[in-house]
């Protein structure tokens, strides 16, 4: 007998209203859809179609105003703003545009920032900071602070704190939105080889680019999902394409 699939998260209804003086905003009217564990979804949609608020649910930022929303076997709408936190700090990994890292602190330091905020920041730490670091082709790097390295870098800092606490997935939002074209594929061809392992992934997007190399893309308009389907003729990286474009990384860090 097959095992179930697990999810990742799963979405029933979700509704989220902005309570203004004069009126009421609807910004999410109704989103139901599951994330198996190991997909790789693209979020896309026109601006004010609801990226940025099912971004902020998903990431447990905030709270659903109706439906509900498990990440894993726990209902987020029923979670204190502590249970919040520390869902987000010990089951969640976060990339964003900016890569917001911490400017004073080093590589390792920046990608064990998570382990900080959980109190787990233990005697193994530098080993497993060391080793992602390492993974994402920085291992040359481990002391430097983020002025001292490129966009493409940089991000892939954040890609490796996004690993640190094993999370249920990663939610990339605009994650190659700052980058050139050569470390945007840099950064995707990452993501896919992080997705080959296992690895959940759901990305805001709005390049057409990005989002044919996820296996699924969910379109919202006016709060509501419009789409949700798979990605034909997905663009997938070889196996040598990637091994070519970590080792052009790796030459010019
Ligand atoms: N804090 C808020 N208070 C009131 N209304 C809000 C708030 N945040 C978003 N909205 C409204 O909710 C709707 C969805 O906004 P959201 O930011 O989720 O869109 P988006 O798809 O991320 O757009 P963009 O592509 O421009 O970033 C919009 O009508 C927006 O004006
Ligand atoms: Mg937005």
Redesign the pocket.
Known sequence: MNEPIKMAASLRDLQ?H?V?KSET????RGISFDVPEGDYVAIM????????????LLGCLDRPTLGSYFLGDADVAQMSDDELSEVRASKLGFVFQSYNLIPQLSVVENIEVPLYYMGQLNAESRARSTGLATMVGLGGRLGHRPAQLSGGQQQRVAIARSLVNDPYFILADEATGNLDSVTTEEILALFQRLNDEGRTIIM?T?EDEVSQHAKRVIW?KD?EVQSDQPVENRDVFTAKRIQEISNNAEVRT
């Open positions: 989220k902005y203004l905003v609807k910004a999410l949609g026109p601006s004010g179609s609801g990226k940025s608020t099912l971004l902020n805001v709005h919202l709060g």
